[in-house]
């Protein structure tokens, strides 16, 4: 399967909003094996969204099942995205693939409820909270055009540079 380029930060395209999935067919079943096998070629990304390839439709992956301390649902393809509620806030560090060179704080709902379709177009709904809450909110904002610089209160003490994504 190939390895798709991703977009990086500032290139305009990232800016674009995507538009919702309506056929349910083989060829979304290819282009999200394309989006995992691209997700997984790089320094391990808890998510990747459709349009940081240039696909500008409204597809998401996010697994942080990797990560010991969060809750999870484990591996999630999520197709037209919608979180239908938030509670609470909290700030977290966040890094992008189309970010490279930085992370960031962001402030995020702490906990949210999540309404989306499967790659068959069944539905899924799910409660969510901390990282993987806030993995969500993240790869849901590039469907919107938006990157967590955006996100960011303060370029001066909310960037970090970083030596080498890991
Ligand atoms: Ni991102």
Avoid at 65 to 80: D, F, T
């Amino acid at each position: 399967m190939p390895v798709l380029q991703i977009l990086t930060y500032p290139d305009d395209r990232l800016r674009q909003v995507s538009t919702p999935v309506l056929e349910f067919d083989d060829a979304l079943e290819r282009r999200i094996d394309d989006l995992e096998d691209t997700r997984l070629s790089g320094p391990g990304a808890v998510g990747i969204a459709a349009p940081q390839l240039g696909w500008f439709e409204r597809v998401i992956i996010v697994d942080v099942a990797g990560r010991k301390k969060s809750s999870s649902h484990g591996h999630l393809v999520l197709v037209n995205p919608e979180i239908t509620e938030w509670d609470g806030f909290t700030m977290g560090r966040e890094g992008c693939l189309s970010v490279p060179d930085y992370t960031g704080n962001v402030v995020r709902a702490e906990r949210i409820h999540l309404q989306a379709l499967d790659p068959q177009g069944q539905p899924l709904g799910f409660d969510m909270e901390g990282f993987e809450a806030r993995a969500v909110q993240h790869e849901l904002d590039h469907l919107d055009g938006l990157l967590f610089l955006d996100r960011l209160v303060s370029r001066r003490q909310d960037l970090f540079a970083r030596k080498s994504y890991k």
